[in-house]
């Protein structure tokens, strides 16, 4: 039987409490629908991968949860894949937002057949913009006041600064988000991801 990674364990215990057991849930039915999935961590959140491919992730937020398969259309139908802005099954706010246990099972199982076959995540469509990237008053701010990091934070890509605005507007606290701003304009101003930990080397 697979093991769980402690990780793993730690993210669902620091998620809010509405949270805990969504993701509880999604890990269960996962194991239940493939014994052999490897349990990692990829760019701060769990990933359930599959004969060392990647086969759908869990994530937190704020005030929802999400789901992504990450071979998309191919596991859970195009309609379903269109909401991928905020998971394949939208803003999870409770268990019951989630597919029932059943029709899950078959998307997971879909996507280790996929991870069997061999077959390649589909390109995504490039052809529409990227939706705009609203900066938070309180990191527009403290860029201002830091030309270096200002710059390198134009340089980024769209999805590295919407990664840094939604980090800085989801703290809860000023304390928080005093701290997040400090660590943002060191990791900015060095050209840095606000998940270059987690990327591969």
Request: glycine share 4%; net charge positive.
């Amino acid at each position: 039987m697979a093991k769980k990674d402690p990780r793993v364990d730690a993210y669902i215990a620091k998620a809010a409490p509405f949270a805990q057991p969504i993701l509880k849930h999604i890990r269960k039915v996962v194991h239940a629908a493939c014994p052999q999935v490897e349990e990692t961590m990829k760019w701060s959140v769990p990933h359930f991968d599959y004969r060392g491919e990647m086969m759908c992730a869990m994530a937190a937020f704020k005030a929802h949860c999400a789901v992504n398969f990450w071979k998309g259309a191919l596991v859970v139908g195009k309609a379903a894949a269109a909401k991928e802005s905020a998971g394949q099954f939208g803003r999870i706010t409770s268990v019951k937002d989630l597919p029932n246990d059943a029709t899950f099972k078959r998307y997971v199982k879909t996507a280790m057949k996929l991870n069997e076959q061999g077959v390649k995540a589909p390109a995504r469509d490039r052809s529409k913009a990227p939706k705009p990237v609203t900066v938070p008053a309180a990191l527009a701010a403290a860029l201002k006041k830091n030309k270096k990091a200002q710059a390198a934070f134009e340089a980024l890509p769209p999805s590295h600064k919407r990664e840094y605005c939604e980090w800085i507007a989801d703290a809860k606290t000023d304390e928080t988000r005093e701290r997040r701003l400090a660590t943002a304009l060191d990791w900015i101003a060095q050209g840095k991801a606000r998940n270059w930990k987690y990327q591969k080397k």
